[in-house]
């Protein structure tokens, strides 16, 4: 049990790292300049995005979705209030400083990226038929064929 939840800490803090890091290369690098700011933090929704296609293409190999999907929602989750009341506050500003637009805009924008990474990662892993669910599929339907065919008698 312990496990499942350091891999939920360790994914929620990857991707609150993708967010400060995010927002100290604007402060630093592109501070006053608003197209800097919107690519960098595009890059960072990208990254995000790739991030969790790639935990729900590993995940989804190894364990069921129902299994995996609560806990790459909980570490979502975990980072989304992180990004969104810490996160400003790592780069001197208030959370609440842009208005309650902006706030519930940086939500609506964390929620997309994650959920379209999720998905992306998801779509491929079953596309290309290495999910749980399509190898428990494949191993039944090989053992079904190996086995001999029962003679009927009447």
Known sequence: MG????????????????????RLVIRFGFDGDDTAEA??????????????????????????????AGEVATAIGIALGLTVLIGPLVTGSNPFAGGSATFFAQIAFYLVATTAGVFLGYLLLT????????????????????????????
């Open 39 to 68: 690519r960098v933090s595009l890059g960072m929704f990208v990254a995000i995005g790739l991030i969790l296609a790639g935990v729900a293409f590993t995940w989804g190999r190894q364990r069921p979705v129902a299994r995996w």
């Open 3 to 22: 496990e499942r939840w350091r891999a939920v800490g360790v994914l929620a803090i990857a991707l609150f790292a993708v967010n400060v890091v995010a």
């Open 127 to 154: 596309a290309l038929g290495l999910d749980h669910r399509s190898r428990s599929l494949k191993r039944y339907a090989e053992t079904s064929a190996a086995k001999p065919r029962r003679i009927v008698r009447r």
